[in-house]
Structure formats: structure tokens, C-alpha cells
């Protein structure tokens, strides 16, 4: 696995994946649309959105953005498949249909007719190809998904694209679908900005997308603004939005009283204790939308080195942690237990019995059947700077296992420090709390990039530096069949060998809360692209 290129800073963020696709019959798609039945009456008023975000727009070019800006890059781009509303169900975007050969190699997608890119020039089955080789060539961004992955891609009538991969991957259609998955670009751009640097520098500046929405100006340091696309596929008729304004403002507090004066929208991203407190006694005008993710924080453990070498070890520290201290009276019930690796939302999550709550007993049963009776060594913990979530597991993590006898060193390192030392086995903390979420909707995506040995590190995000030969080979096999099945069944003894050796601790799932006007309508969470916006179906109506 390539290492993923989304920041650490950055983390907020089924098998479904065939769509019936299987066995060479064409999938039932064709009358599904990506988009919400259109609404016969228009909202009147203003129909500019403003966005507090607090990460600054990195660029335009979805072969490389991989990082938060994507919630820019789908309202401008859109992918050959898309996820339904809230939930991990491929439907058609600018695919139409597809089918799946039998071997589950050959992926044959039918186009879209009438489907104008930004530069004003038709899609194409030309388009697709280039945009899919182009990722691949530049090799950043969600290029490691899709490395080597095919074999070759035909395009024998215009708007006919037929994939042929090198290999099954039933988790293909996932990934094609996901918030970073290959967006694409209109060919005529592609082939006039490629230069020396692949169109890099242009479409970083530029963009040439499907999307409902264009890029009027971006103001670097400022704002972004994105204008509706007139000729946009899907139509305009019912209620949409005009303008997108993406305004960056660094600070939660100063999001917040722009939020509650009216001067913008969306408060993106504010801190637990900010929409603690507007959820329960919201101010006039303001609403805290509510709904599941796939986002969810753990304390990774470093499997190879010293006592946590020992499952018991970690087994006991997994007992000592005080999971409903911290979400009842630390976050306010504004997040949920989290129970498997897997996200709760994931409906391959953990089915059986999770052994692991709150109790000291048993803790210090196993420390003392694994040698450690009265614990006698210490354990460095990193922890990001300005990230309250994670300093409360910390010092939850410390108070706790002080009563085993171990003592937690937190030291307190910037952003790219601790990428820099988490990336390495050597310099790898002993316990680190981090936030993961699944670059695309299956349940391989979590369970590889954190388990898998070849993700170790700056490879993926296998932090604890876990390796088990039979969660390898289940990892390889599990994509290996287009069963949904077998699939399933893999991913629960996945789980139980977790359960077993707990290479980490799984704390909470975080649930999408955004502080926003009332005004605002259509809004829905999305788990799998929780830092983005359904911007097509949003629109602003007095209540």
C-alpha cells in the first residue's frame, strides 16, 4: 500500500461494491440517478453559502488533493460511481451502468449522454481513460489504490470505457466511488496542460470537472469561490444553491461568533465543548446538525517492542481504559463507544461479544500472569499539540494505567513531528491515540491500511507496527472473491483474531456534528465523506 498522503492534522475523517454487477449480467442501474428527486418550487432569498473551514484550500487537481480540500473537489469533479446519501451503496454518477465480468476482472461502464465539462466539451470515453492513466502516471493523491491494479483500459465507442484488472478486487467499485477516488477530467484540458509536469501546476490553479459547481476565484488565504454550473447535467430546476464560498478562518472561537451573527453559514469542524454548548442552548438562528461517520479514535499500541510485545499486556491495558468516563463526562455523549476495529457504521462490524469495558480486576489479573504484577516499567505516549480529544484519552490513559503500575510519559509534539516519528518502527511511540477513517466504503480499506503488515508506518497507518500471517493472508483473500459471503465471514475472523491480540484499542466513533444557520436545508452526513458537503441538494430557506 502506498503511503497515504491525507494529513495527520487533517483527521477528522459495505460490500455493496459489485451493485449486482456479478456473473457478467448488466447492474439494475440505469434508472438510478446520484442525485435527490428535483422539487417543483425555488427558494427565494439569498443563495450564497458561506463555509467556515479551517484548513486552507490546497489545490484543484484530484490526482493529487488528498487531504480536506476534497470537500472543494467533488462539488467541481465527479467520479464514473458515487455513494448514496448516507450510506456505502454504489449508484451511477457519470457511469450510468456497469457490469462485471464473472472472473471479476472486467469492468465494462456506459456513459452518461449529454454531459458537459466546465471547458465546455462533451464526456468521453477518451476523458475517462486519460484521467484514470494520468493519476496513475503522476502517482500522488489516491494513485496507490489503483497502481498496477489493471491491466489495460479500451475505449471502443465513445461512451464505452471497459477496464480489464490484473487481478479480482472486489473492493474496485469502493474505491472508484470514494471521496478521493479518480475524478475526471475533460480530455481537451488533460491534452492542452500536460507539458513536462502532467498539467500538475495548471490544475492545481485550475479545473476542468463535471461538477454542479466551477471555480470563479480562489483567493489564497482567504476564500474559495464556486459558482453554479449552468450547463451542470443534473439541472437546476428545484432548489439549489447559487454560490459556494469556502472562507478560511483559522480560529473555532471567531468561526463561532460568525456563525451566531449570520456572517456565515457553516461552522466547519468546531471543538467538542463549542458544540456541546450550541447543541444544547442553541442561539437564535443556529442548528447543530447530527449524524454517523466512519471517523473513529484508538490508542495504537507498538506491538514490537518491550512488555507490549505480550497479547496479555495489551489485553490488560485495554481493560484499564475508562471508556464511558471519557465519552459520558469528558465529550458530553457527543461520541460512541467503538467496539471492533471496524467503525460502527460498518456493516461488517464486530458481531460477537466485545470483551473489552472498564475493569481493573481483570487488568491487573493479566499484568500479573504476564510477569508484571506490579507493572514496574514506563511507556512514552505521543500526542498531537491543540488536539483536546486526544489529550483526554491521554490522560484518561495515564491516570488509569498508573494504578498497574505503569507509568505514561505524554509528550506533546507538533503535527509534523509526530508523522515524522510515527512513521518509523524505531521511533515509534509506545502509545499513541489517533483518528483514522476508511479511504473508501469497504470494510478492507479500515481494516488493511490498520492491521496489514505492509502498512506498517509511513506505509499506511499501521502504527502499532502489528503483524499476524493469518490476518495477511485473510486481507489478500478478501478481495480475491466477489462472494459477499465469504467476504463477510473474512472480515469476522479478521476481527476475532483481533479481539484476541488487540493491537490496538479501539476508544470511539465520532459522530458528525456541524454548527450551522437554520437557514440551511438539505444537509445530510455523509460517513464515508464526512468532510464534505452534499452542496447539489443544499440550499437556504427561511424557517
Same mark, same amino acid.
Given at each position: ?44 432569498? !439569498? ?65 452518461? &449522454? ?14 475517462? &481513460? ?15 489504490? %489503483?497502481? @498496477? ?6 475505449? #471502443? !465507442? ?13 473492493? %474496485? ?7 478521493? @477516488? ?23 490553479? =485550475? ?21 453554479? %454550473? ?11 444553491? !447559487? ?30 465543548? *463549542? ?5 444544547? &442552548? ?28 505480550? +497479547? ?12 464511558? $468516563?471519557?465519552?459520558? =463526562? ?43 504484577? +506490579? ?57 499513541? #491515540? ?25 506505509? $499506511? ?11 495477511? *493472508? ?43 444557520? !437554520? ?13 464534505? %458537503? ?10
Amino acid at each position: 500500500m502506498q503511503k497515504r498522503l491525507r494529513t495527520l492534522a487533517a483527521l477528522a475523517l459495505s460490500v455493496a461494491l459489485l451493485s449486482g454487477c456479478s456473473g457478467g449480467k448488466p447492474a439494475d442501474q440505469t434508472n438510478q440517478s446520484a442525485q435527490t428527486p428535483q422539487q417543483p418550487s425555488k427558494p427565494q432569498g !439569498d443563495q450564497n453559502l458561506v463555509i467556515g473551514v479551517e484548513f486552507e484550500h490546497s489545490g484543484n487537481d484530484p490526482a493529487i488533493t488528498y487531504d480536506n480540500s476534497t470537500r472543494l473537489i467533488v462539488a467541481m469533479y465527479e467520479n464514473l460511481v458515487t455513494l448514496k446519501k448516507e450510506t456505502t451503496e454504489i449508484i451511477p454518477q457519470l457511469a450510468e451502468k456497469w457490469n462485471v465480468s464473472e472472473d471479476g476482472k472486467v469492468y465494462t461502464f456506459n456513459l452518461r &449522454k449529454g454531459v458537459k465539462f466546465h471547458d465546455g466539451t462533451d464526456l468521453t470515453a477518451e476523458a475517462v &481513460k486519460l484521467s484514470l492513466e494520468r493519476m496513475v502516471k503522476i502517482n500522488k493523491g489516491p494513485a496507490w489504490m %489503483f497502481k @498496477g491494479a489493471w491491466e489495460k483500459i479500451d475505449t #471502443p !465507442d465513445p461512451l464505452t470505457v471497459v477496464l480489464t484488472l490484473k487481478q479480482p478486487d472486489a473492493s %474496485f467499485l469502493a474505491k472508484l466511488a470514494g471521496p478521493a @477516488g479518480p475524478q475526471i477530467i475533460s480530455a481537451k484540458a488533460i491534452k492542452e496542460h500536460s507539458g513536462t509536469d502532467d498539467g500538475q501546476a495548471y490544475f492545481r490553479e =485550475n479545473e476542468a470537472g463535471t461538477g454542479p459547481y466551477t471555480l470563479e476565484k480562489w483567493e489564497k488565504g482567504q476564500q474559495v469561490v464556486l459558482a453554479k %454550473f449552468a450547463d451542470y447535467w443534473g439541472g437546476w430546476q428545484g432548489k439549489h444553491l !447559487d454560490k459556494l464560498i469556502f472562507k478560511y478562518v483559522k480560529e473555532a472561537s471567531t468561526q463561532q461568533q460568525l456563525l451566531e451573527k449570520g456572517e456565515i453559514d457553516v461552522a466547519y469542524l468546531l471543538p467538542l465543548d *463549542q458544540l456541546k454548548a450550541l447543541k444544547d &442552548k442553541p442561539p437564535a438562528g443556529v442548528k447543530v446538525s447530527d449524524g454517523v461517520t466512519q471517523n473513529v479514535r484508538y490508542i495504537a499500541i507498538h506491538n514490537q517492542r518491550g512488555p507490549l510485545k505480550d +497479547k496479555r499486556v495489551r489485553q490488560a491495558i485495554a481493560y484499564a481504559v475508562d471508556y464511558d $468516563g471519557l465519552i459520558k =463526562n469528558v465529550w458530553s455523549d457527543l461520541e460512541e463507544p467503538l467496539i471492533g476495529p471496524l467503525p460502527n457504521a460498518d456493516p461488517n462490524h464486530f458481531k460477537g461479544t466485545w470483551p473489552y469495558k472498564f475493569d481493573m480486576a481483570k487488568a491487573k489479573a493479566l499484568m500479573k500472569e504476564a510477569g508484571y504484577e +506490579k507493572g514496574g516499567f514506563s511507556l512514552k505516549l505521543g500526542l498531537y499539540e491543540n488536539n483536546d480529544p486526544f489529550k483526554a484519552i491521554a490522560e484518561v490513559l495515564q491516570a488509569n494505567l498508573k494504578e498497574l503500575g505503569i507509568d505514561v510519559q505524554i509528550e506533546v509534539h507538533s503535527n509534523a513531528s509526530m508523522s515524522q516519528l510515527s512513521g518509523k518502527i524505531d521511533t515509534m511511540f509506545d502509545l499513541m #491515540p489517533i483518528g483514522n477513517y476508511p479511504d473508501y466504503g469497504d470494510s478492507s480499506s479500515m481494516l488493511g491500511n490498520e492491521l496489514a503488515s505492509w502498512a506498517w508506518g509511513a506505509n $499506511g497507518w499501521n502504527f502499532s507496527y502489528y503483524k499476524s500471517d493469518r490476518v495477511d *493472508q485473510l486481507l489478500k483473500d478478501v478481495n480475491l472473491t466477489t462472494d459477499a459471503a465469504k467476504r463477510a465471514q473474512m472480515f469476522q475472523e479478521i476481527q476475532t483474531v483481533f479481539a484476541d491480540e488487540v493491537p490496538l484499542v479501539p476508544v470511539s466513533t465520532r459522530r458528525n456534528l456541524i454548527a450551522m444557520r !437554520d437557514t440551511v436545508q438539505g444537509f445530510y452526513a455523509r460517513p464515508m465523506m464526512g468532510n464534505s %458537503f452534499p452542496v447539489y441538494d443544499m440550499y437556504k430557506e427561511a424557517k
